[in-house]
């Protein structure tokens, strides 16, 4: 019999394209009394479903959603606010005796609900004036001066990060490397985390094969009617994988066979990227596939109800 007790807790992870949602709807449809808590940065907008390959509203009536549709795409949010209305959706679905099932490929998203991170507050102005230095290496060696330790964690050409600490350091007075243990510290955590890892080249084909599948839903009107809302999109959704590629076309800076091409190329690369950034991750628990994502479903029930 499988305990229903709020210690035992689960999350699905997985690149882009690895059939998590599929398989957190199987699951949770598998053993009852589940509801789902979406760890993905672009699901959170609305209006931004395809693209997103956000879950149908049918699956969203069979098994409650959260964390999905929750702003507006010209809205800012920050990790903050998602990492309180995640645990905030936790409690409600444990006071149910609901069981929560975390699903997504947002590693830092994962990491900020499970490992409770102690997030630093954003600094607006700082990092307006550090964004007006186009020379990310000069941005480097300033966060090594300031905070070596961080500056240790993180790539040199990683511009996004960089300037978030950055701004923190600057802005707060306290070392970025200051807040907490950090992403590279992994404590025991009340979650098992289950990974779905496949071979790259088929990641590939999936990757090409679900854009497609997109492309004929009406992902390019989608992004017309992005274009066309009467607010300016947020820097974060404007930047989202496929739409700012597609947003590029619709702009008459690219052809659409262009936009296409580069936005394949680049959900590789961020494939590799979650890929990466999971593989640090000690307490995951892979699941090799091979053919069909179903392969993993009786593994994940086996080692849930262990």
């Not at 990060?161 to 490397?177: C, D, H, P, Y």
């Amino acid at each position: 019999m499988i305990d229903h007790s709020p210690t035992k807790r689960l999350a699905i992870i997985g690149t882009t394209a690895s059939g998590k949602s599929h398989i957190a709807m199987r699951l949770a449809q598998s053993i009852g009394n589940i509801e789902l808590v979406s760890l993905d940065s672009m699901q959170i907008y609305k209006g931004m479903d395809i693209g997103t390959a956000k879950p149908t509203l049918r699956d969203q009536e069979l098994i409650p959603h959260h964390m999905i549709d929750i702003i507006n795409p010209h809205q800012q949010y920050t990790i903050s606010e998602f990492q309180k209305e995640a645990q905030d959706a936790i409690y409600q679905i444990e006071t149910k005796e609901y069981l929560p099932l975390l699903v997504g490929g947002t590693g830092l998203y994962l990491r900020a609900v499970i490992d409770q991170l102690n997030i630093p507050g954003q600094f607006i102005g700082t990092r307006k004036k550090l964004e007006l230095n186009p020379d990310t290496a000069d941005l480097y060696t300033q966060l090594s001066e300031l905070d070596p330790l961080a500056s240790t964690r993180m790539e040199p050409n990683n511009r996004r990060r960089i300037i978030r600490a950055l701004e923190v350091t600057i802005g707060s007075g306290k070392r970025f490397s200051s807040y907490g243990p950090g992403l590279t510290e992994y404590q025991e955590s009340r979650y098992r985390v289950i990974g779905l890892r496949w071979d790259r080249n088929v990641l590939n084909e999936r990757i090409a094969k679900r854009f497609e599948k997109q492309m004929n839903e009406g992902f390019l009107t989608e992004c017309e009617n992005l274009l066309n809302g009467q607010k300016q999109l947020s820097r974060t959704a404007s930047q989202a994988l496929g739409y700012k590629h597609l947003f590029a076309y619709l702009q008459g800076k690219s052809s659409l066979d262009e936009a296409i091409g580069t936005a394949l190329k680049d959900t590789r690369q961020f494939a590799r990227k979650q890929e990466r950034w999971f593989r640090r991750d000690p307490r995951i628990s892979w699941i090799n596939i091979n053919e069909t994502e179903e392969e993993a479903l009786p593994m994940i029930l086996k080692e849930y109800e262990q």
